[in-house]
Structure formats: C-alpha cells, structure tokens
C-alpha cells in the first residue's frame, strides 16, 4: 500500500462508516493474517487510520499523542473489557473502587474517584462517536471492536467537557463487502467462558446490516466459604446491531440499537495480612472492633489471614453491581457536491443498575437492634443508578483536498441520573442518627445536566512542509441536583419517603449555568517523507460538581468549581526503514486546577469511613512517551510502549491526614511534642484548637494511582507450513510497571509493588483465517501482585474491648490475572 507523507496527503472525502471500514488498524501482524480489504506489501507494516480529529486521517500525520489498539491485537490478547484495554496501555492505569461503578480510569496520572453520581469522570469513553454519560458504564463487554484509540491529552475541543485528561474512543466493526458469519468461543480452566456470533455485509447495494452478539462469564477467584459460590467475577450479554441504508445517491443512514446485561461481583474483598507490632497477630485473642461478641474464630473460621493470597472470605450480603443497558445511535451522512460530508448523530442510551456491598465484611450479625444484647443483623449496603443520556451532533467535515480542511459543528446533550443509597439498620420508632455503628443513611438523588457547545477545528498547510492545526471550542452547561435523606433504612419507596428537615437532610439547586471556552492549537513540521516532529498546546473543561452522597453537608452540596487543564506536548512520528518500523515519541506537562476529587477518611475511634468532595487548587502530570511498531520479517512484528510518568501535587494546604500507631518518634500524640492528635503522621496538625482531627499540607505531594515506568512490549510469528492450507503462530506479552503510591493522603505504607506480568499464545489458522485455534497461558510464571493495596476489611483489636491495641489487618482485591490460567479460543469464518 504506498503511502503519502506530505501534510497536505490525505483520504478523499466520504461517508464516514465507507471510510471506517478500511481503518481497522493493524500494526503488529503481518498483511497475510489480516483481513484482504485492500492490497498489501507483506515486507511493510499496515497503514493505520484513526478518526481523533473527527475526520479519518493516517495516525502518522496528526500531531498528539494517540495509541490505537488493532483488532488482531484485541484478538491475540482475548481482550474483553475496559480493564483488558488499560492493562495493554501504558498510558492509562485503573483505579478500582468498592464495586465498578466506584472504578476510574486515569490517563497520564490523572483520573477522577468518586463514590457520587455529581463529579463527572476526567476520561472521556466514546464509542462510534457517541460518548457515555458515566465512565463507569464502559466497564462492560466489549463486543464487536475493531480498533481503539486511546487520546492522550485534553480532548475537550472535539470531545466535550469530559475529556479534560483524555478520551478513549471505541471503534466497532464497519458494515462491509459480501455477507460473512463468524463465530467464537474461549474456556480457560478456572471456568471463565466466552462465545459470540455475527453476521455483516452488504445484502444489496443500497442496505446492509451487522448483528453480534456475545455472552460471556467468569465466576470469580475468591471462594465465599458462606454458600460456596465464586466472586470477583463478571459476566454479560451483549446485542450490537447496525443497519445501513443509501435511500438515495450520497446519502447514508445509520441506526444502531445495542443491549447489554453486565453482572460484576468485583469488590469482594480478602484478609491477607494480620500482625501487630510487626509480627503475627494471635487469633486466638482477635476480636473484631474489640467486640467479645465477633471472636477472630468465628469471623474469619476456615480463613489463613496471614496468607499474602489467602482467596477464602466468608459473606452473606452480595458485593458488586447488576446492570442493563439499552439505546441506540442513529446517523445521517450526505455527501455535498464539493466532497465535504454533512453529518447528523443522535443517541439516546438508557443504563439502569443495582449495586449491592457487605459492608461489615463477614457472614455474621455485627448490629444490634434498639434494646438488643446480642447482635441480630448485618451492615449492608445498597442502592439503584437510572442514568438516561440523549446527545445530537450536527458536523460538517470539509473535504480532505486542499491546504485547508476543516471540522465545525454544534453539539447538544442532557443527562439525567438517579441514585437512590440505603447503608446500615436503622427503623423507626428506633432512635437512630448518622452517628450510629452502621452509619445508616437512607437517601434518593438525581443530578441533571444540558451541554451546548459550538466547536471547530481546521489544518491549514500554509507552507511546503509545515501544518497548523487551530481548534475551539464554546461551551455552556446547566446542571442541577435534589437530594433528600433520612436515616430510617426500612423506607424504600420514594413516594412515601419522609426526609429530614431543609438544610440538614433536603438540599437542591437549578439552573446553574457555566460558560467555556477550550481550544487547541499545534504546529507540525514533515522534516522529510518519513519523519515529522510537532507543539501541541491544548485546553480541557470539566463542569461543575456536587457532593451529593451519604455525608452531604449543607456547604459541601452545592457546586464545586469547574476542573480545567493546559497542557504542553513536543512529539516526533516516524516511518523508517521503508515502512518497516514507526516511531512515536512524546513529552508533556499538564496542569490541572480546581482538580475534582472524593477523598476518604476517618476519625480517631470512629471505625466510619467518610468521604468529602475536595476541590485542590492545582495538580500537575509530567511525562514521556513512546509507541514502536517493528516487523522484523514478513511473518514476525513486534510493539513496544512505553509511559514514564509523573503526577504531582501542586497545591493543596488541607489534604487528609494518615495514622501512625507505629512511628516511636510520634508515640500517641501524633504530632510530636506538644501534639494533640493521637495516632497521625507528624504532619498532621489540627483544623481548629481541641479538635480530634487535623489536616495536613499536601504541596509538593504523589498524586496516587500511576506507577511512574509501565511497560507494554508484545510480539507474534507466524510460520508457513509450505505443503499445508495453514499457519503456525506464537505470540507473547510482557508488562511491566513499577511501584506506586495508592493514597492521595500520601501513606508510605499505601504502596503496591512493582511487576511484570508475561503472556505467551500459539495456535494454528488456516491460509484465509477461516479458522484459528487458539491456546494461551496468562501469567506464565504465576507472578503474584496486588492489584489495590487500600482495599477496604474488617478492623480488629488484640482483645475483647473497644479500646484494646489495634491489630493491622491487610485486605485485598484480586486482579483477573494474579493467578496464572490456561485458555483455549476458536475463531471461525464462513
């Protein structure tokens, strides 16, 4: 396939799912095992189109930061999920909370965490051009994919107000050629399975269709030794449909419906450390909170809790979340005369979810009711989301001919969400406060929010081998939320529903209403018909936010100051050796103020954890960047990316402190001499005199969550048996990251240790790829590795008593890959 280097080379205009079907992007295997849509040179790597300015574009000629996951890669490497996505990216992490919807993706060190629907998420997930309303909605199946772009960088000029980090934009399969079936399924020996079927292709000239769907299951890799059912699993179905119709010449119409039904068990999680004073704890005298009631025998009966991958946990109150999805995207796509391509998107996506968490950890009674002795209920959590989203685009693409293109259009969206919570055992005619053991709260909230915005963003080659690139976007939102409380967890109707009084437990607020602007700007330089270098200078928006959860103070709950982002990017894309190796290398800084942030913390002898909204003045991620393409020979390729990141605290005089029980030189005053705070670090000090609490200044802290080296390289050969219809391949993986910080009150104990993680495949396909025989070995060296190092449990005391020494227990939750497993995938095409 040759190739045009110059800036002002690009892809005639047309409609854009003609386009997409030639942009599934395969850089790391070679042109015979990929799909025959155009010729192909098997001594060259493939081109790769990506669609992150809106308009379809060789990946070498736009000047960011992008990675692009190609469907062989998606293939090779059995990706599912959003987690599988992260793991394969150096430039993303996972930060996973007490169930999915609490999970947040970052990018370059920055993401948001939040255990409230009012704080929208610093990564923006859009999918055939359709963004999600919540991030957490994108931890699903990922059914039918073709490629991935992951855009690192604020994106908010074309992307909207969420992508004040970056975005994750999700290509699915294109409608294209003749009819063709395929088929799949994978088994690994813990019991995990997939299977899918599509169908797609063009029935006739004018209409065309593709149906997939997917169902897949992984009970998990925890025993609950209560029922003896697995958790930490997930599983799902999934429907994604597309129709295409061309009524008439240059006009396409595109409707796609989807359904997916997602049940995730993750959250649950295991005692794997229990030692006082640096050595075993006797569990003999374990008590948990100190209560003679809760003996260590009976609470953790059966449990090794010294074990570091103990994967026994005893439960009776489910801990995750069930949901449904359904909606449906529709596009129309016209083809003026000049070759500029008119464009109409609309989408309306309805996701509805129950999330359930046993919140006191073990299978039995830990609350007593009004004027009880013994203990006769447990401490759970749980509640509903109802999130409904509508978004329309209007978008003109100018032709790709000329030294000027461009993109503008208007864009319009509402979200709707509702979250109804209920934590704790609390009825009435009992007397029960927020201050209670279980801290039981019982609340109903919805969040609303209408964005319109004007963008446009045009390339202009105003000299031989020099492009600029200027974008702008004009942004308004209006958002507002009600929220009503009580304490009484019986009440789960809301039309019966009787809240506290106004201002303590009924808040709200409308039509609040924020303006602005977000642009990019990018000057690029083609040094010769392989290699380019650019500046990037570009802007990103979050709106406001609320901190409406369980802890809702009448100060906290209306709006915290929008989120913005500037960053600064130099970068080089490369094509060498004929067409044999890319290149692609970045530096940066970001700088984020008004950084949106839910923060935990508790307070001395209260075993509550609460959580507080925090606005920090400014935060900042530094880094380098590199994504390499090699093929070695026509049939071995091999990628390698790498992420050196930084993410700092810039600002932040009031951060949440951490305990110390531990440090000699802090004793019991936690502040060193004259101190009056038991148990925190030295540099905590208190808010106010006499108070029990205290903050301390987090300037020039580890902002948490991103190892600073993370590592990607993979490879795969393919062997030609010259007498046979097929191949032999081998593939491996390896990645790698260093340790990192994992609270934002910067613990030094809150450290999760680096590792490398190795994946080796091999298998058979036949010459055409009509089958493919697939076996893998994830984790080949059976690396162990915590996946979240702060991961909530049980608190326990080395005696019967409230106040005897504390025990410190070590919980954890397990990644999908901890334990080395075996799988087997077929691939069929008809």
């Not at 670090?681 to 108070?691: E, K, V």
Request: glycine share 8%.
């Amino acid at each position: 396939m040759s190739k045009q280097r110059t800036p002002g080379a690009r892809i005639a205009a047309k409609p854009m799912a003609a386009v997409v079907a030639m942009a599934v992007a395969h850089w790391t295997v070679p042109a015979q095992a990929q799909a025959q849509e155009a010729p192909a040179n098997p001594n060259q790597l493939q081109t790769v189109l990506v669609t992150a300015n809106k308009r379809v574009e060789r990946l070498e000629n736009v000047p960011e930061s992008i990675s692009v996951l190609s469907e062989a890669e998606i293939q090779r490497n059995n990706v599912r999920e959003i987690e599988d996505v992260i793991n394969l990216t150096p430039s993303l992490t996972l930060s996973s909370g007490t169930t999915a919807a609490n999970n947040a993706i970052f990018m370059r060190g920055i993401g948001t965490v939040s255990v409230g629907i009012g704080v929208e998420s610093d990564v923006s997930v859009i999918i055939d051009d359709i963004p999600i309303a919540s991030q957490f909605q994108a931890f699903r199946d990922l059914a039918d994919v073709a490629r991935v772009e992951v855009l690192k960088g604020p994106q908010s000029t074309l992307f909207g107000k969420s992508a004040v980090a970056g975005a994750i934009n999700i290509v699915t399969k294109p409608i294209s050629g003749p009819i063709v079936y395929r088929a799949n399924a994978y088994y690994t020996n813990d019991h995990e399975w997939r299977a899918g079927a599509s169908v797609g292709g063009k029935l006739r000239d004018d209409f065309g269709m593709r149906i997939a769907v997917n169902k897949s299951d992984m009970p998990g890799n925890f025993t609950n030794l209560t029922n003896g059912q697995k958790v930490n699993g997930s599983g799902g179905r999934t429907i994604m449909t597309k129709f295409q119709w061309n009524p008439i010449k240059d006009l396409e119409i595109d409707f796609t419906p989807h359904y997916n039904v997602q049940e995730n068990s993750r959250g649950v999680t295991a005692v794997n450390g229990f030692y006082r004073a640096g050595s075993p704890a006797d569990l003999a005298t374990a008590y948990m909170n100190g209560n003679p009631q809760l003996p260590a025998s009976l609470t953790l009966a059966g449990i090794n809790p010294y074990d570091p991958n103990n994967r026994n946990v005893r439960r009776d109150f489910p801990t995750g979340i069930n949901s449904s999805t359904f909606g449906t995207g529709l596009k129309f796509s016209y083809n003026l005369p000049n070759d500029g391509t008119l464009m109409s998107i609309s989408s309306y996506e309805h996701y509805k979810a129950n999330d359930y968490r046993d919140q006191d950890f073990v299978d039995v009674p830990t609350i007593a009711r009004p004027g009880e002795t013994k203990f006769s209920v447990g401490n759970a959590q749980f509640g509903t989301y109802d999130i409904r989203s509508k978004t329309q685009e209007f978008r003109y693409v100018s032709p790709d001919v000329g030294k000027l293109r461009y993109v503008a259009g208007l864009w319009w969206a509402q979200n709707e969400i509702d979250r109804h919570f209920i934590r704790g055992f609390c009825v009435r005619p009992s007397v029960c406060t927020a201050s209670s053991p279980s801290s039981p709260t019982n609340y109903y909230t919805d969040i609303y929010n209408v964005n319109r915005a004007v963008f446009g963003q045009a390339t202009w080659d105003f000299y031989p081998t020099y492009t600029l690139v200027a974008g702008i976007r004009r942004n308004v939102e209006t958002s507002g939320f009600n929220y009503i409380r009580n304490f009484y967890t019986d009440q789960l109707d809301r039309s019966t529903f009787v809240p506290g009084p106004v201002g303590q437990d009924q808040f709200s607020s409308s039509g609040n209403r924020d303006w602005a602007t977000t642009g990019k700007l990018s000057i690029q330089k083609q040094i010769n018909s392989d290699w380019m270098v650019y500046a990037m200078t570009a802007t990103g928006y979050k709106g406001l936010a609320y901190d409406v959860t369980s802890g809702l103070k009448a100060a906290a709950a209306f709006p915290v100051a929008p989120e913005t982002s500037r960053s600064i990017e130099l970068g080089t894309k490369a094509n060498l050796f004929h067409n044999r190796m890319s290149l692609a290398a970045t530096i940066y800084k970001t700088d984020f103020k008004n950084y949106q942030q839910n923060t935990s913390f508790v307070l001395p002898n209260d075993p509550t954890i609460y959580t507080q909204l925090n606005s920090i003045p400014k935060i900042r991620t530094r880094g380098f960047e590199i994504d390499s393409h090699f093929l070695l020979t026509s049939n071995w390729s091999m990628n390698l990316s790498y992420a050196y990141t930084r993410p700092e605290i810039v600002d932040w005089k009031n951060g949440p402190c951490y305990q110390d029980n531990t440090n000699p030189a802090i004793g019991t005053t936690g502040l060193g001499e004259g101190g009056s705070l038991g148990g925190w670090n030295r540099a905590c000090f208190p808010i106010r005199a006499g108070s029990t609490t205290g903050v301390q200044n987090l300037t020039g802290g580890i902002f948490p969550g991103t190892p600073k080296n993370k590592v990607n390289i993979g490879t795969n050969y393919d062997y030609h048996f010259a007498d046979r219809p097929y191949w032999a391949f081998v593939n491996a993986n390896v990645r790698y990251q260093s340790e990192y910080q994992t609270n934002i009150n910067n613990d030094p104990r809150s450290v999760n240790n680096a590792y490398s993680i190795s994946d080796l495949g091999f298998g058979l396909r036949q010459n055409n790829d009509m089958w493919r025989l697939s076996f893998r070995i994830n984790n080949l060296f059976d690396r162990f590795y915590i996946g979240n190092a702060n991961a909530s449990g049980p608190s326990y005391r080395t005696g019967p008593t409230s106040t005897s020494p504390a025990i410190t227990v070590n919980s954890w939750v397990p990644p999908r890959d901890v334990f080395r497993f075996y799988s087997v995938r077929l691939d069929l095409k008809f």
